[in-house]
């Protein structure tokens, strides 16, 4: 009886622990100051549609978040806490790193572009496209939990969700790399 007392005890303990090391931290963290903080998604304020592509309008030229040279953060992904659905959703179990990419934003007048439809007299294609001008490292922490390292050329950039095309229509978590 008091083995399975004991027992019993320690799966629920086990449980607690696992349920908790996997809701801890779910969303995005950069390491700024040096201390990891959560960063918030911004979302596109209009759709921009021209000669053969479209573009979701962000606001703001630059970015809060801005990094020398390299940009370092950690992703989390697990049981999303009723308090964060709507701006970690795409950090459920159902999702990975293998999700989500770095793309890049084109600077125009006080605002920032990221493509979602290009186009040409041979056809369309819809979803954003990653960054060439950016390397990334990806180390995995635990399962669920990574951290990546972003280096590359100067420039507005965004981690965003790359699954099905989806792109920035769920909102991007915006950063700059400077020199």
Known sequence: MIMKKTFLFLVIALCSI????QNDSIGVYAYMDGTYKTIIPIHYQQ?????GKASNIFAGKTSNNRFSKQAKFKLYFGAVPINRIADCS???????????????FKVKKDSRLLATVRGSIFGMKSGTVASDNVNIQISTIRNGAYEITVTGKPGEYCIMLTRNGAGAYFGVYDFTLTE
Do not use: Q, R
């Open 47 to 51: 759709i921009k549609i021209g000669a």
């Open 18 to 21: 696992m349920g908790y090391a």
């Open 90 to 104: 795409t950090f459920s179990t159902s999702y990975s790193i293998n999700d989500y990419g770095i793309g890049e």
